[in-house]
């Protein structure tokens, strides 16, 4: 970057910071007069078993007194939390008031494929889509956000997402924070790249598109320096990686612990004492934090790429231009104890109800490797212009799974109903996050070792760096004209053709 651009972003980034109350790099904490709050308004189906949301463009002030271009459900710029419960069909409305065509899967929810939401879902511009959820899963925090073949990056990058709970109302009993927005916090995080106007904007060069598209400032939901007032207890944390590429690799201030109790699919059988998680795109983590000790600041070290089986010394690493922000440790929220809170939780349950259920013997192995397949010159994709003022790359590169670039009217596989198998996904040239719709598959290694913290419970997204070892089951079905994905969750990758789609019948 200029010398320009980089004065631009610190003063644009530390006066955003300073209006949001932080007292600087560290996140020292504030009167609680000055902590705004980063919340996102709520939308409880759990009664009425129906909801509505309308996809809108609008603007959106990331930094202070800039409008920038932004899309949203029902606001702006991101989308309501919606809460379902479990057992009950829930009917949804989806309006499309953008004036593109969009689709909105349901990121997580075992759903039929004429469900789903995939690219073979669209919303023209002024239409309205009518699914009715079976929503048939334990407890979880999900997602949903846009997800049209060539145009998800941009799109979810503009804003369309939003958090989706499954909540069977049985928190309390399981010794639970579940004061939604007090004890129970949603925090999606993302990165924003601005121009030399302050806006943002969404315009990738090749090395974006190689290594996935980062911006210069981390955002929780939609806000930079954001905090939060909290009990002096326990306080739960669910949080979602909604960014395009970033891996958030998090921890406290302080290093003081914390207790993972769920994963993507939901609750574990009993939480893990970690004091540091990392969540790459597509992920989602729930932690148990006890703030009795006081005012803490969630921190995250720079984005780290892995890569994968082939190390590429750092070659294409070294194209991106990274600003400083990027290169040392940086806030990412801070919580600041607000004494008119009471503390309901003050102590770690010992265990959960997290199923561990027995997978049985997988009817068969399939693999897949994530392919660079190379430079795809003249012109680049569809995606990658026409909104927040992006504008078109001189050339993009391909992406495949096993040698061949997504394809929409090409199955890459069949499977069974009721089956279980294995799939050993591999990632040649770096790290990526591979999500597969419709189901949910235990993690049984990574590279030949136990998996991670963060992948032992129920998955549906797992950073495959180097190669991952899945047992999948497969419950819900998909036909041909409505399958289910498979991709990687670096939207870039995604859009450029690391995807595949498969029935189950």
Not at 158 to 184: N, Q
Not at 190 to 203: I, L, P, T
Not at 421 to 436: K, N
């Amino acid at each position: 970057m200029s010398q320009n651009r980089r004065q631009f972003l610190r003063s644009s980034v530390a006066s955003a910071l300073c209006l949001a109350g932080w007292g600087g790099a560290g996140g020292g904490a504030r009167a609680l007069a000055a902590v705004p709050e980063a919340p996102l308004p709520v939308i409880d189906a759990t009664t009425t078993n129906a909801f509505e949301i309308t996809a809108v463009a609008g603007e959106t002030e990331f930094m202070p007194g800039v409008p920038s271009r932004t899309l949203g459900f029902n606001r702006p710029y991101l989308g309501p939390v919606i809460r379902v419960r479990p057992g009950v069909d829930v009917a949804a409305t989806v309006v499309n008031r953008t004036g593109v065509p969009i689709s909105v899967h349901w990121h997580g929810l075992l759903v039929p494929g004429n469900v789903d939401g995939g690219p073979h879902q669209p919303i023209p511009a002024g239409e309205t889509w009518r699914p009715v959820l079976p929503v048939a899963q334990p407890p979880a925090t999900l997602w949903y956000h846009a997800h049209t073949h060539g145009e998800t990056a941009p799109r979810v990058y503009a804003g369309l997402a939003g958090v989706l709970i499954v909540d069977d109302g049985k928190d309390r009993g399981r010794g639970l924070p579940a004061r939604f927005g007090v004890d129970d916090l949603v925090l999606v995080l993302q990165d924003k790249r601005f121009d030399a106007a302050g806006e943002a904007v969404y315009r990738p060069g090749d090395a974006d598109l190689m290594h996935g598209f980062l911006g210069e400032v981390a955002m929780v939901n939609g806000q930079p320096g954001a905090r939060f007032a909290v009990p002096a207890g326990m306080v739960r944390l669910r949080l979602l990686n909604g960014a395009n590429a970033r891996n958030f690799d998090l921890s406290f201030s302080d290093a003081r612990p914390f207790a993972l109790i769920a994963t993507d699919q939901g609750l574990l059988p009993r939480p893990l004492t970690l004091t540091r998680l990392r969540l790459t795109p597509g992920e989602r983590a729930e932690l148990l934090v006890d703030f009795a000790g006081g005012d803490a600041t969630l921190v995250s070290a720079p984005h780290a790429e892995t890569r994968g089986m082939m190390p590429m010394g750092g070659m294409m690493h070294d194209m991106l231009p990274l600003p400083e922000t990027f290169t040392a440790p940086f806030p990412v929220a801070a919580f600041v104890v607000d004494p008119s809170l009471s503390a309901e939780v003050s102590t770690t349950p010992a265990a959960l109800d997290g199923e561990a259920d027995d997978l049985g013997t997988p009817t068969a192995t399939r693999r897949f490797v994530l392919d660079d397949m190379g430079m795809m010159m003249g012109g680049g994709m569809a995606g990658m212009k026409g909104m927040m003022g992006q504008g078109e790359a001189a050339g993009a590169m391909a992406f495949g799974i096993n040698g061949q670039a997504f394809a929409m009217d090409r199955l890459d596989a069949d499977v069974a109903r009721g089956s279980t198998e294995r799939w050993i996904v591999s990632g040649m040239m770096m790290g990526h996050p591979f999500h597969v719709h419709g189901v949910r598959f235990r993690v049984v290694s990574e590279n030949g070792a136990p998996p991670r913290a963060e992948n032992s419970g129920w998955k549906d997204t797992v950073f495959v760096e180097g190669e991952a070892e899945l047992l999948v089951h497969f419950d819900q079905p998909a036909s041909a004209t409505y399958p289910f994905m498979f991709h990687c969750h670096i939207l870039e990758h995604e859009d450029l053709g690391m995807m595949g789609q498969f029935t189950v019948s």
